[in-house]
């Protein structure tokens, strides 16, 4: 995979050798992660499709904007659809994980027409309405008022090495430690709050693109009944919820994704826009 760096966003990617005649498949990581999390899903995916897998703002090896505004959804949605323009993507697979999704979301409400497919791992539906965020909510904003009195760095992180963490559940503590100390803390507690604040769930419904959504039965994040109730409202959604799985599907479960990741695009047949992508990276 090739390093590069988005300057007129400080956007951080990877891709591999894209080619004409293959599908492209754009990744979304979830919240303080970064695209190195993917890896198990290139080393499966990156003979068959052109991959670009990104680092979002304040994540990974991506710049670090001040201020809480800067890390709205929206803004990250921007990074994405400037940095798919530059290099030229359309009609592209849109693969987004937990807080991804709501990036992922944000993006197929304004630039749907870009979009062939979409796939959801461990969607962030609902994430409002979780006990866990309105309880938590208050002392968030709390705790961000007095963060915002301390100095912010801008220091880009680094690319972690994810296969340190296979297997480890929703709350391991030494996976969450090294992400939040590579994001920042700073940086967490503003995203955290702008997902708390992501009230869109009647926003589902537009989309009209054939969806596949991913759930793990034990999701301790989002209630599989959260799963269930997103594909409800999206007219062509496929729902498969793994047994024994968890909301860290990225690095748990991509032995059972990847095959039904293909088995998606190989039944509801890609469109010919797609199939004769000519990016250019």
Same mark, same amino acid.
């Given at each position: 995979?090739?390093?590069?760096?988005?300057?007129?966003?400080?956007?951080?990617?990877?891709?591999?050798?894209?080619?004409?005649?293959?599908?492209?498949?754009?990744?979304?990581?979830?919240?303080?992660?970064? &695209?190195?999390?993917?890896?198990?899903?290139?080393?499966?995916?990156?003979?068959?499709?052109?991959?670009?897998?990104?680092?979002?703002?304040?994540?990974?090896?991506?710049?670090?904007?001040?201020?809480?505004?800067?890390?709205?959804?929206?803004?990250?949605?921007?990074?994405?659809?400037?940095?798919?323009?530059?290099?030229?993507?359309?009609?592209?697979?849109?693969?987004?994980?937990?807080?991804?999704?709501?990036?992922?979301?944000?993006?197929?409400?304004?630039?749907?027409?870009?979009?062939?497919?979409?796939?959801?791992?461990?969607?962030?539906?609902?994430?409002?309405?979780?006990?866990?965020?309105?309880?938590?909510?208050?002392?968030?904003?709390?705790?961000?008022?007095?963060?915002?009195?301390?100095?912010? &760095?801008?220091?880009?992180?680094?690319?972690?090495?994810? &296969?340190?963490?296979?297997?480890?559940?929703?709350?391991?503590?030494?996976?969450?430690?090294?992400?939040?100390?590579?994001?920042?803390?700073?940086?967490?507690?503003?995203?955290?709050?702008?997902?708390?604040?992501?009230?869109?769930?009647?926003?589902?419904?537009?989309?009209?693109?054939?969806?596949?959504?991913?759930?793990?039965?034990?999701? &301790?994040?989002?209630?599989?009944?959260?799963?269930?109730?997103?594909?409800?409202?999206?007219?062509?959604?496929?729902?498969?919820?793994?047994?024994?799985?968890?909301?860290?599907?990225?690095?748990?479960?991509?032995?059972?994704?990847?095959?039904?990741?293909?088995?998606?695009?190989?039944?509801?047949?890609?469109?010919?826009?797609?199939?004769?992508?000519?990016?250019?990276?």
């Amino acid at each position: 995979m090739k390093e590069l760096f988005f300057e007129r966003r400080g956007i951080f990617y990877t891709v591999n050798d894209f080619q004409e005649g293959r599908p492209t498949i754009v990744f979304i990581h979830g919240l303080s992660g970064s &695209s190195s999390a993917w890896f198990l899903f290139e080393k499966a995916l990156k003979h068959r499709y052109n991959l670009l897998m990104l680092d979002l703002r304040g994540h990974g090896k991506s710049s670090k904007p001040r201020g809480y505004r800067a890390y709205d959804i929206r803004e990250l949605t921007q990074d994405i659809a400037e940095l798919t323009d530059h290099l030229g993507l359309r009609d592209f697979i849109l693969v987004s994980h937990s807080f991804g999704t709501l990036v992922a979301l944000e993006y197929l409400l304004a630039h749907q027409h870009n979009v062939a497919r979409a796939i959801f791992l461990s969607p962030n539906y609902g994430v409002h309405r979780t006990r866990r965020a309105r309880l938590s909510r208050p002392f968030l904003t709390a705790i961000i008022r007095i963060a915002n009195v301390f100095p912010f &760095s801008t220091k880009r992180g680094i690319r972690l090495d994810y &296969s340190k963490y296979l297997n480890t559940g929703d709350w391991n503590l030494r996976r969450m430690a090294a992400d939040i100390s590579n994001t920042t803390l700073r940086v967490y507690l503003y995203c955290l709050e702008h997902t708390y604040k992501f009230n869109r769930d009647g926003w589902w419904s537009r989309i009209n693109v054939s969806t596949l959504i991913v759930h793990g039965r034990d999701d &301790s994040v989002i209630p599989v009944a959260n799963a269930e109730q997103m594909a409800a409202r999206i007219y062509d959604a496929e729902l498969k919820v793994l047994d024994n799985a968890d909301h860290m599907l990225v690095l748990n479960k991509v032995n059972e994704i990847a095959p039904v990741i293909e088995t998606f695009l190989s039944e509801k047949r890609l469109n010919q826009a797609t199939i004769d992508n000519t990016a250019t990276v």
